[in-house]
């Protein structure tokens, strides 16, 4: 991180360039069977060029990539992750979410990258980061609801915010262990039957 | 399984102790760093037992023993887990659920024995059925609590125990990746509170 902060922006933009493309190599022949060469095809690098911006070479590409493939699980829920506003919202962003796995499939990239860098500096933080930014959304999501008048403010919304990451993770999971999204499904519909029973005035 | 079969009580009972020590063997030394002779050390058998009872050699070892780390995930939950039949009952459990994995920390033996058993046919299976009975006996508790009139009949009992396992999945899958519990204590505890919220005569 602190390397990319000493790059040009076109450099920067260079390396980025390398980091899609090498995700999208990955996406498709899958992480064990991808070289460093054929990310240089991919990508029309050389081998220099490759070096002086992954100079951790395969390690700390795949993890460069693992970090874009995190950012995109957020950005695949946009609009609809950030504009948690009304219930009409809520339905829209489960939506998203629930087209965006069922698309994938039983082969998360990220998982399958996570899996490769476990024992690469830094790697770890990865993931906490994408968890604490999608719980972070959630949470300001259950705080518009609040605000509307929607939601009982005695709702605790991290905590609520952290259940819901939690029960995405699960349903992601169980899709990879045994191809089924209904389990996705029916927790995202019990998150959201459940942020709707907790209206104003309601017993709990 | 059909090998199993064909064994007599006694041999059985040596296959089982051979499957017991060997989990416990993994849970102490991780699945890369056991050998057949640790397994073989730590189970006073010799080498003929050893191929007698598993003729695939590590990978059908392994295999059985991700079979039995599978059955403990359910009977670490019992009693409880059997018997949802009022809400401290659900309680209890949720409390046995957190002090499990509590307990285990981020290293989860099951998920270390998938992710090295995953191409040996049979592998797949073990989750699913896993899945399946953990939900079977979660819709049990949810019917138990429809007979009693806690909650109302026409929450699908079904669905719910899924999406309940795939929270739970959740929250574990956060607790390998971050070492931080917090989210499946507010993934269980957003299930047991919807649960409750589906009172009959409550609003959905």
């Known amino acids: 991180m602190d390397r990319t902060a000493k790059l040009t922006p076109k450099g920067e933009a260079t390396r980025r ?18 070289t460093l060469d054929d990310v240089r095809a991919r990508t029309s690098t050389s081998k220099s060029q490759l070096f002086h911006y992954f100079p951790g070479g395969r390690e700390e590409l795949l993890l460069a990539v693992a ?4 950012e995109r699980v957020l950005t695949d829920q ?4 950030s ?12 939506d998203a979410v629930i087209a965006r796995y069922r698309a994938q499939g039983p082969n998360c990239p990220l ?10 500096q830094g790697a770890g933080e990865v993931t906490t980061v994408l968890l604490a930014q999608w719980a972070d959304k959630l949470a300001a999501g259950v705080v518009a609801m609040q605000r509307l008048g929607k939601v009982r403010t005695g709702l605790d919304p991290r ?7 939690a029960l995405i993770q699960g349903g992601v999971a169980v ?18 039957n459940y942020l ?9």
Chains 1, 2 share one sequence.
């Open 17 to 34: 360039r390398i980091i899609a493309g090498a995700a999208q190599q990955l996406r498709d022949f899958g992480v064990a069977d991808t």
């Open 175 to 192: 899709l990879m262990a045994t191809g089924r999204i209904d389990h996705l499904e029916a927790a995202m519909d019990l998150a959201l």
């Open 67 to 70: 970090r874009y493939e995190a």
């Open 83 to 94: 504009e948690l506003t009304s219930w009409a919202a809520w339905g829209r962003w489960r």
């Open 78 to 81: 946009d609009p609809y992750l």
């Open 111 to 120: 998982a399958a990258l996570m899996s490769q860098v476990r024992q690469t």
């Open 159 to 165: 905590r609520t915010a952290q259940a819901i990451v």
């Open 196 to 204: 709707r029973s907790q209206a104003p005035g309601s017993r709990r």
